[in-house]
């Protein structure tokens, strides 16, 4: 079993920044990818970013290309989040999550969850 922790998460005003983080521990993926989703009040968990490991190509859902970057960790399973230009609207829980695809944007394609930190952003 694969063991995901975020954390980084808190209150920012709006135009700030925040940076999340992603450990992953336990069992190993093979061709795998290591997502970023997130679930605001009322609202779909929805997709927000992922990298594929083994390649590095990164992929960003429209509502945070250009305000939000994925890294990796050099030495061990870790992915972060870079958070910038926040908005009111980009409050929510967010959810790192793994999984065996090369890339995919759909949450039933990700096999492990971490329980999720919470990203509150005020006006």
């Known amino acids: 079993q694969v063991q995901l922790v975020e954390s980084g998460g808190g209150l920012v005003q709006a135009g700030g920044s925040l940076r999340l983080s992603c450990a992953a521990s336990?069992?190993?993926?093979?061709?795998?990818?290591m997502g970023w989703f997130r679930q605001a009040p009322g609202k779909e968990r929805e997709f927000v970013a992922a990298i594929n490991w083994s390649g590095g190509r990164t992929y960003y859902a429209d509502s945070v290309k250009d305000r939000f970057t994925l890294s990796r960790g050099i030495a061990k399973i870790t992915v972060y989040l870079q958070m910038n230009s926040l908005k009111p609207e980009d409050t929510a829980i967010y959810y790192c999550a793994g999984g065996y695809s090369y890339y995919s944007t759909r949450e039933d394609d990700y096999a492990y969850w971490g329980q999720g930190t919470q990203v509150t952003v005020s006006s």
């Open positions: 336990g069992r190993t993926f093979g061709s795998y990818v």
